[in-house]
């Protein structure tokens, strides 16, 4: 700090000369605060809803139905973007309402083909004769969006999923994800499929281990519930015959 005396007696421009260099002094030492700027950062992706659950069937050359599905269908794919290159990830969900049903029904296997717009959602089945099961065994997927640097074609025939009995359906009404390729996945839910043995509607079904699950809970409550109430009933028949034992004939 510098001090100025009222008594010496100084020029007004040595003054002024001296006042200038005071405020350079300050302006120099005392501590600037450091300026915040705000991160840019993207907002999260939108995740649809639960998809809407369609009627999906495919007729034979006789105009009989070979082929029943009825499931609510959403895509995850991820791809590069056409404006900056980026890779994006994408869910998207298919709507029953527009999507367009074709595919083709042979002895032992059969396809499911969907059409929405510009992406084409293919499922192939096949069917092992000698056990008299079947599975999904393909997923193929090709999708043109306004975003893609390129049409994203991805296909896996190697799959085996919703193994099924010849003559019954498969049933999953939890959510379920088929892992495909490293760029797609499939959620399906509320789903029932049967590809083979379709006699005018879906035959019984066999459920997924995920809603077995679910039906797996109450039953080990119910159990434990009856354990419980078995050990009541023996405790208060050891007690009573204690009660009697106490007591002597005359």
Known sequence: MILISRKQNMPAEAM???????SIHRCFTNEVPPTMTASA????????????????NVTNATGTVCLLARMGLQLNISYLSSSNGKRVQEVMNLHPNITKTSGSCEPDNATLILTENNITLTFIFTLNS????????????????PNMS????????????WVGTLGNSFMCRKEQTLNVTQDFSL???ELQVQPFGVSGD???AVECALDEDDMLIPIIVGAALAVLVL???L????????????????
């Open 16 to 22: 002024f000369s001296l006042l200038l260099a005071v």
């Open 130 to 145: 000698t056990l008299n099961k079947y599975h999904l065994s393909g997923l193929e997927l090709s999708a043109a969006l």
């Open 187 to 189: 959620n399906t839910f």
């Open 231 to 233: 050990i009541v009933i």
């Open 150 to 161: 390129k049409t994203l074609f991805v296909s896996n025939t190697s799959l085996n999923y």
């Open 202 to 204: 879906f035959g019984s």
């Open 235 to 250: 405790a208060y028949l050891i007690g009573r015959n204690r009660s009697h034992a106490g007591y002597q004939t005359i």
């Open 41 to 56: 950062t993207s907002p999260p992706p939108v995740t649809p809803g639960p998809p809407e659950r369609g009627n999906y």
